[in-house]
Structure formats: C-alpha cells, structure tokens
Nanobody, 121 residues
Framework: QVQLVESGGGLVQPGGSLRLSCAAS????????LGWYRQAPGKERELVAG???????NYADSVKGRFTISRDNAKNTALLQMNSLKPEDTAVYYCNVIARRVGEWHSIGYWGQGTQVTVSS
C-alpha cells in the first residue's frame, strides 16, 4: 500500500502564504506524477497544480503566478508553495500521487486525507 501524509494547512489572512507538504511512503517503486487538488464547499474537486517525474508542471489558471509546485524525488515528497492567497482559495486541499508499487507493472492513483486551507481576515 501507499500512504500519503499531508501537512501545512491552516488559517491565513488574504495576501498571506502557506506551504503544503505531501509525503508518500510504502512499497513504492516509482512515482510518475504528483498533484494537488482542492475542493470548496458545494464545488467539484479541481486540479490546482501537478508535476511529472521529469519536472514538467501545470497549474490552474486561477493560481498561476501565485502557487508553485515542487518535488523531492529522494524523499517522495511534493510541496505546494501558496503566495498571495485569496479568500477564493479556501478549500480542502488533497494530494494525489500516481505511483507504481514494488512488484507491480502498472501505476495507479492514491489520495491523501486532505488538509483545510482557510483564507480569511
């Protein structure tokens, strides 16, 4: 099994910053991609940012220029640096990892438990 542990959420004022961390552990042979999604009350879950094994990144238009995703391959960790936060960034943020387990031939997606980010004055 693959476990994901997220941390770094919390309450921040508009214009502030937070950094989310997602650490993957377990019998991991390789990680193809990591991503952060978010889901606000009454809305569908949406992709915020993703990064491939080669380092290519993509971002939702709403966070471009404010959020930065990075990964530490040695530690199987993904980071999401969030700057200039807005009230509309308030949501539960979920880490997603596409990984191949040791002894398996295909990769599948795994989800973290989610961490709350609230942007409010």
């Amino acid at each position: 099994q693959v476990q994901l542990v997220e941390s770094g959420g919390g309450l921040v004022q508009p214009g502030g910053s937070l950094r989310l961390s997602c650490a993957a552990s377990g019998s991991i042979a390789s990680i193809d991609a990591l991503g952060w999604y978010r889901q606000a009350p009454g809305k569908e879950r949406e992709l915020v940012a993703g990064i491939t094994s080669g380092g290519s990144t993509n971002y939702a238009d709403s966070v471009k220029g404010r959020f930065t995703i990075s990964r530490d391959n040695a530690k199987n960790t993904a980071l999401l640096q969030m700057n200039s936060l807005k009230p509309e960034d308030t949501a539960v943020y979920y880490c997603n990892v596409i990984a191949r387990r040791v002894g398996e031939w295909h990769s599948i997606g795994y989800w973290g438990q989610g961490t709350q980010v609230t942007v409010s004055s």
